[in-house]
């Protein structure tokens, strides 16, 4: 069975720390697809990055960095200067199958507060 | 924007009652999916429609009832309300491909309806 654990409910800093988000992620396929998701103050989720599983390269966008390590079932995401703006919950995800999102598992989010 | 268009945004009802909540999905997208998040849910799967048809049913109540329109907007109708029914109700499409990237399983997510039962 699928299952996404963050085990960070809430986490507080002040502007300009990094900070990481935890995912740990449990499946029994070789093929499946870890997202994260952001949920700021006005409510609507937002996509941010979405991985394979045969893909296992570190990536950054911006501020943004993402490491997945298959051997220790994780993917984490880091926030490097952390701005008021990234105040938000995060929900990192795993699915099984590409071809649909309705199997999508998500996390139970973890919600990040920057202090300025 | 997300492209995704939900209506009403709040809505304050009694138990017993019935609501409808209405989801137009991004242009070109087939897909729309119906999620829930509660505080001691999370975020759960409703259901999913492509292209006017059922596609997928997850932990959807009997007493909740979704369909899609030939135009692809979608209703999410809630009867029988209880209390425990108050929650923010999502909905969400999905591409099929992307320049040649197989993306059916990324969403777009619009605003949400908050829904109060009291």
């Known amino acids: 069975a699928q299952k996404v654990t963050q085990a960070q409910t809430e986490i507080s800093v002040v502007e300009k720390e990094d900070v990481t988000l935890d995912c740990v992620y449990e499946?029994?396929?070789?093929?499946?697809?870890l997202f994260w998701y952001k949920q700021p103050p006005s409510g609507e989720l937002v996509f941010l990055i979405r991985?394979?599983?045969?893909?296992?390269q570190n990536e950054i966008s911006g501020r943004y960095s993402w490491n997945f390590q298959k051997s220790t079932s994780s993917f984490n995401f880091t926030i490097t200067a952390s701005q008021v703006v990234d105040s938000a919950v995060y929900f990192c995800a795993l699915s099984e199958d590409s071809s649909s999102a309705s199997k999508i598992i998500f996390g139970s989010g973890t919600r990040l507060s920057i202090r300025p | 924007d997300s492209g995704v268009t939900q209506t009403p945004k709040h809505l304050i009802t009694a138990t017993g009652q019935r609501v409808t909540l209405r989801c137009s999905p991004r242009s070109g997208d087939l897909s729309v999916y119906w999620y829930q998040q509660s505080l001691d849910q999370g975020l759960q799967f409703l259901i999913q429609?492509?292209?006017?048809?059922?596609?997928a049913k997850g932990n959807i109540l009997e007493r909740f009832s979704a369909q899609q329109f030939p135009d692809l907007h979608s209703e999410l109708n809630l009867s029988s309300l209880e209390l425990g029914d108050s929650a923010l109700y999502f909905c969400?499409?999905?591409?099929?491909?992307?320049?040649?990237?197989?993306?059916?399983?990324?969403?777009?997510f619009g605003a949400g309806s908050r829904l109060t039962v009291l």
């Open positions: 991985r394979n599983s045969f893909d296992e």
């Open positions: 499946t029994r396929d070789t093929t499946y697809y």
């Open positions: 969400a499409s999905s591409v099929e491909v992307v320049r040649g990237t197989l993306r059916a399983n990324v969403l777009t």
């Open positions: 429609y492509y292209n006017g048809e059922e596609r």
